[in-house]
């Protein structure tokens, strides 16, 4: 069963310290693998997308990693800032089928950045 | 250039009645997929809309169902409304063979009381 599993669910940190979220999947046949940052009664924004010859990607003060091989990504955020509080989403796009690249979505991590 | 465009955002429905959202993809996208999202969870797919056809379905009731017009914006129907179609629905558009990045609309909060 194709699945992407998020942790924690959810993370508190104070403003300026780091922190890494997790995401394990099991999908086959893969595609890429995206994380999105989703703000509150918002629709998701896209952080980083990743083929499966790339093992790391930046943006800013995220930085993306996947390792094909164990099927595990994690997103790292470095001096955080208050307005990182959001839900980090990670997704797994299946290679194509008729045209289509179905998208398996996580539950995400709901992180908290404190003053 | 305009984004995703959602509307409305907020909906007030009672059960039973029906519903329709509206979306208008990014420009130069041909391509809309619609998701239902509960609270605290991630997105689950409804359904993609391709050259005004229905190309793919998640596990939804017939009770959903969609459209997309020539312009390539698209409505989402959901008919006899349950409380347990409260949610943010989201509308995301891409290009067709472009990896299918998809571009996320704000959504639309609906509520069913």
């Known amino acids: 069963k194709n699945q992407v599993e998020q942790s924690p669910q959810s993370l508190i940190i104070l403003e300026g310290k780091n922190c890494t979220l997790q995401?394990?999947?099991?999908?086959?046949?893969?595609?890429?693998l995206r994380w999105y940052k989703q703000d509150t009664g918002r629709g998701p924004v896209s952080l980083t997308i990743?083929?499966?010859?790339?093992n790391t990607k930046s943006n800013g003060r995220y930085t993306a990693t996947l390792d094909a091989d164990t099927k595990q990504s994690s997103l790292h955020i470095t001096a955080s800032q208050l307005s990182d509080s959001a839900s980090y989403i990670c997704v797994v796009s299946l290679a194509p089928s008729g045209g289509y690249n179905k998208l398996i979505f996580g539950a995400g991590t709901r992180l908290a950045v404190h003053p | 250039d305009a984004g995703v465009t959602q509307s409305p955002t907020h909906l007030i429905k009672t059960r039973g009645q029906q519903v329709t959202l509206r979306c208008s993809p990014k420009?130069?996208?041909?391509?809309v997929s619609w998701y239902q999202q509960a609270l605290g969870q991630g997105p689950q797919f409804i359904f993609q809309?391709?050259?005004?056809?229905?190309?793919q379905r998640g596990n939804f009731p017939d009770r959903f169902s969609g459209h997309q017009f020539p312009n390539y914006s698209s409505e989402l129907n959901v008919n006899a409304l349950l409380l347990g179609d409260s949610a943010l629905y989201l509308c995301a558009s891409s290009l067709a063979g472009a990896k299918n990045i998809q571009y996320f609309g704000a959504g639309t909060r609906l509520s069913v009381l």
């Open positions: 420009s130069g996208h041909d391509t």
């Open positions: 809309y391709y050259e005004e056809e229905e190309r």
């Open positions: 995401c394990n999947y099991t999908v086959s046949p893969f595609s890429n």
């Open positions: 990743m083929t499966f010859s790339e």
